[in-house]
């Protein structure tokens, strides 16, 4: 071997990542694979009137505020619990940059960083901390959706398949070279929930894969296609909007499944209707057949038929 470890043993990782489906699933697929996890850094925010400071040991429970949708949160052990099970240092960030937050991670002397689902842009000095760099787990097929909500893009997009991206963190975003990819299908009724585990659990293995490939120096790393790339941000309320005049019924199903669950409701625009805006959270059935009333939305119970571009939905 060409690195100057000694044979036996594992990647020193520090882990990234927040209490929700993708951080816990990831950082299990790491302990399983044997990667000695040396601790585990969580994003908090500063108290309005109150000293907080950069790093700090976590021992008791405390809110930690994202500004990353937590309607997931995990079914699974969060990272916390994992930590506390394994005896992992557990440390809360307030500021990433801070000469303290950069001195307490460095004494650790990790090879690398593994980062998933992490709410803070991490600086380039702690992006330089590990000797062979920081991989991210990112839920798209990078260059595509790059951004902090891939997984909502995904159903935007009417996209019938997405992946997992393992790549080397730089300081773009989501922009560094790729380790390991891998294609993900999305079947008519996925929920954003189903997406996000399956993208976690497989996104983890590959996670486990790159560090051990890494840290044996047998990784191949390719470059982004920047011609190819893609970035969204957080969706906007407009991003919530469904135009039934311009979707046919299966991509409004799937749309309305995917994300149903978003804290701002979706809304159904029908200005041709009894009704300007429609709010749903769930949608029941879809068809491609026309319906001979020509109203755009109908009561029907405690449910509405929306007429589609083609086709009709049930919400």
Same mark, same amino acid.
């Given at each position: 071997?060409?690195?100057?470890?000694?044979?036996?043993?594992?990647?020193?990782?520090?882990?990234?990542?927040?209490?929700?489906?993708?951080?816990?699933?990831?950082?299990?697929?790491?302990?399983?694979?044997?990667?000695?996890?040396?601790?585990?850094?969580?994003?908090?925010?500063?108290?309005?009137?109150?000293?907080?400071?950069?790093?700090?040991?976590?021992?008791?429970?405390?809110?930690?505020?994202?500004?990353?949708?937590?309607?997931?949160?995990?079914?699974?052990?969060?990272?916390?619990?994992?930590?506390?099970?394994?005896?992992?240092?557990?440390?809360?960030?307030?500021?990433?940059?801070d000469s303290t937050?950069?001195?307490?991670?460095?004494?650790?002397?990790?090879?690398?960083?593994?980062?998933?689902?992490?709410?803070?842009?991490?600086?380039?000095?702690?992006?330089?901390?590990?000797?062979?760099?920081?991989?991210?787990?990112?839920?798209?097929?990078?260059?595509?959706?790059?951004?902090?909500?891939?997984?909502?893009?995904?159903? +935007?997009?009417?996209? #019938? @398949?997405?992946?997992?991206? /393992?790549?080397?963190?730089?300081? !773009?975003?989501? &922009?560094?070279?790729?380790?390991?990819?891998?294609?993900?299908?999305?079947?008519?009724?996925?929920?954003?929930?189903?997406?996000?585990?399956?993208?976690?659990?497989?996104?983890?293995?590959?996670?486990?894969?790159?560090?051990?490939?890494?840290?044996?120096?047998?990784?191949?790393?390719?470059?982004?296609?920047?011609?190819?790339?893609?970035?969204?941000?957080?969706?906007?309320?407009?991003?919530?909007?469904?135009?039934?005049?311009?979707?046919?019924?299966?991509?409004?199903?799937n749309f309305i499944?995917?994300?149903?669950?978003?804290?701002?409701?979706?809304?159904?625009?029908?200005?041709?209707?009894?009704?300007?805006?429609?709010?749903?959270?769930?949608?029941?059935?879809?068809?491609?057949?026309?319906?001979?009333?020509? +109203?755009?939305?109908? #009561? @029907?119970?405690?449910?509405? /038929?929306?007429?589609?571009?083609? !086709?009709?939905? &049930?919400?």
């Amino acid at each position: 071997m060409s690195n100057s470890f000694e044979q036996g043993t594992a990647p020193r990782v520090l882990f990234f990542g927040m209490r929700g489906t993708f951080s816990a699933l990831a950082l299990n697929a790491l302990l399983e694979a044997g990667i000695d996890v040396c601790a585990v850094v969580l994003p908090i925010n500063a108290v309005p009137g109150r000293a907080t400071p950069a790093i700090t040991r976590y021992e008791n429970p405390l809110p930690i505020r994202t500004m990353l949708p937590l309607a997931h949160t995990s079914l699974h052990t969060n990272i916390v619990q994992i930590a506390a099970k394994r005896h992992l240092p557990l440390w809360q960030v307030s500021r990433l940059n801070d000469s303290t937050t950069h001195a307490i991670l460095a004494d650790y002397e990790p090879d690398l960083a593994c980062v998933a689902c992490f709410s803070r842009l991490i600086p380039a000095r702690i992006l330089d901390l590990p000797r062979l760099g920081c991989l991210n787990v990112h839920p798209s097929l990078l260059p595509a959706n790059r951004g902090p909500e891939p997984l909502f893009w995904t159903f +935007r997009e009417h996209k #019938h @398949e997405t992946g997992v991206t /393992i790549h080397l963190m730089d300081r !773009g975003l989501d &922009s560094g070279p790729i380790v390991l990819q891998e294609r993900i299908a999305v079947p008519d009724g996925m929920s954003y929930g189903e997406l996000e585990t399956r993208c976690a659990e497989r996104g983890g293995v590959l996670l486990a894969q790159a560090a051990w490939q890494l840290y044996r120096d047998e990784a191949q790393i390719t470059e982004q296609d920047e011609a190819r790339s893609s970035y969204h941000s957080f969706p906007a309320y407009e991003d919530l909007a469904i135009p039934v005049d311009q979707w046919d019924a299966r991509e409004i199903y799937n749309f309305i499944r995917g994300v149903g669950h978003w804290e701002s409701p979706l809304h159904i625009e029908a200005p041709d209707s009894e009704m300007d805006i429609l709010e749903v959270r769930n949608c029941y059935e879809y068809s491609l057949e026309p319906l001979e009333d020509t +109203r755009r939305i109908i #009561h @029907e119970g405690d449910s509405f /038929i929306v007429r589609c571009k083609q !086709g009709w939905v &049930s919400v």
